[in-house]
């Protein structure tokens, strides 16, 4: 990595990466492997990073999950190999289906625990909420967590919406 503007392009990437929760090796990975001409080993990545051989191999094995990055045979070798892949709509694609799928089930789980906690409140006669503070109206507490609930319905069919998914293709 002897060129500064690919040196600027991996830490902007790893610096994107760590802001969207991915994780800075991910960005820095894939921007390494975009910027290589030949295909590249998990050492030379070790290497050209400054990262552990099992942070190379994780970062790799997300990004293979995204369909960013391939492995590759290189004649007369039995390392595994990789390059990046150039097509970006699939990757963004890929990416955002699975940060966004995992996202939305996540907010659904905490409002179903949330709606569940706050039902056996009401059905036990307590209308208190269980929480430190006490001046907090349980009624309130309860239409915070329906219109939660209602954006997260929203989003979840926008999020299955045909346009978006035509966007993203």
């Known amino acids: 990595m002897d060129e500064p503007v690919v040196r600027r392009f991996v830490e902007e990437a790893g610096n994107t990466t760590q802001a969207l929760g991915v994780g800075r090796v991910v960005g820095q990975i894939y921007a390494y492997l975009y910027f290589s001409e030949p295909p590249r080993t998990l050492d030379d990545m070790k290497e050209a990073l400054g990262i552990s051989k099992g942070s190379a191999s994780m970062g790799v094995r997300q990004l293979e999950q995204w369909g960013a990055v391939k492995r590759v045979w290189v004649k007369g070798d039995r390392k595994d190999y990789y390059i ?8 963004i694609r890929s990416i955002l289906s699975d940060l966004m799928g995992k996202r939305l089930a996540a907010l659904a789980q905490a409002l179903e625990e949330a709606e569940t906690e706050l039902m056996a409140g009401i059905q036990t006669g307590d209308r208190r909420p269980k929480t430190a503070d006490l001046n907090t109206n349980h009624d309130f507490l309860k239409d915070r967590v329906a219109r939660l609930k209602a954006f997260q319905s929203k989003a979840e069919r926008a999020w299955s919406n045909p346009i978006v998914k035509l966007i993203l293709k």
């Open 84 to 91: 990046a892949n150039d097509y970006f709509g699939s990757i």
